[in-house]
């Protein structure tokens, strides 16, 4: 009724649900500030909605945190399974790497890699002394004549990088009156020889033996060592004795 209306509205805030019609109302008022006017809301007191409401809000907030907890079980199987070849190599890693290393999984791989490659390159040094030193015998056998024909020698030496291609051989040993190291390399690299050759370690420090596998037997040696000569005394200020030996086509 009107005069039921307008005792609601003579209340200065309405804060419990009211009946007006047959029908119950929540009443919310609002007094502005700038007019002075009153303002007035009225919605319907159905239990039915509120609840509905708060049930689809219920839903929802379960909804969110089902999809959260699927999510976080699918990150972390994700990750358990992405992240395994990285800890398995972790695990090699650390059985490989030096002790005391810290235990941050970056640093550790770095340090086994690094352990590695340091391991890698001494074993490599070892591997290639242990070949000078298995050709320098190979060598020796065959200055001692220990090898009946050079096709011997060849099938020898198959898998050391020694072949006498050539029919004809002949030896040249060269004393270096001053004791230096990488000389026959040297040699070697400088002056381009054009026809194969190898040296060896003597026991004597400054002693290379040359061992020319000659095309023809006709090819003369004095020239060649008298250039190795000739570098030698001008490029490092080295003296030197040459003694050359005869060229001959049997490895006997």
């Known amino acids: 009724s009107q005069d039921n209306l307008r005792s609601i509205l003579a209340q200065p805030q309405i804060t419990s649900p009211v009946k007006e019609g047959g029908a119950e109302y929540v009443v919310r ?4 500030i700038d007019n002075g006017w009153a303002y007035y809301a009225f919605i319907p007191n159905r239990q039915t909605t509120f609840s509905q409401a708060s ?16 999510a ?3 990150i972390y ?11 398995r190599l972790l695990d090699k890693a650390k059985q490989v790497s030096p ?9 550790t791989i770095s340090n086994a890699l690094d352990f590695l490659s340091m391991q890698n390159s001494s074993l490599s040094s ?3 002394d242990s070949l000078t030193a298995v050709k320098n015998e190979k060598l020796h056998r065959l200055l001692s004549g220990d090898y009946p024909s050079k096709d011997d020698f060849n099938l020898d030496c198959s898998e050391l990088e020694l072949s006498l291609p050539n029919a004809y051989f002949s030896i040249g040993i060269l004393m270096v009156h001053t004791q230096t190291e990488n000389l026959a390399q040297e040699i070697k690299k400088q002056l381009q020889i054009p026809y194969i050759y190898y040296y060896l370690h003597s026991f004597h420090p400054n002693q290379i033996i040359l061992l020319m596998n000659l095309p ?5 040696l004095h020239p060649l060592f008298s250039r190795i000569q000739t570098y030698l005394s001008e490029s490092r200020g080295l003296f030197t004795t040459i003694g050359v030996g005869s060229v001959v086509d049997s490895t006997e």
């Not at 008022?29 to 502005?32: C, G, N, V």
């Not at 945190?65 to 699927?70: C, G, R, T, V």
């Not at 023809?216 to 003369?220: A, D």
């Open 77 to 87: 199987f994700l990750q358990k399974v992405n992240y395994a070849p990285v800890r």
């Open 99 to 107: 002790e005391g290393t810290p235990s941050d999984e970056l640093t």
């Open 29 to 32: 008022r609002h007094q502005s």
């Open 126 to 128: 070892k591997l290639e």
């Open 216 to 220: 023809e037997k006709e090819t003369s």
């Open 55 to 70: 049930a689809i809000m219920r839903d929802f907030i379960l909804a969110i945190i089902i999809i959260i907890l699927l």
């Open 72 to 74: 976080s079980v699918t």
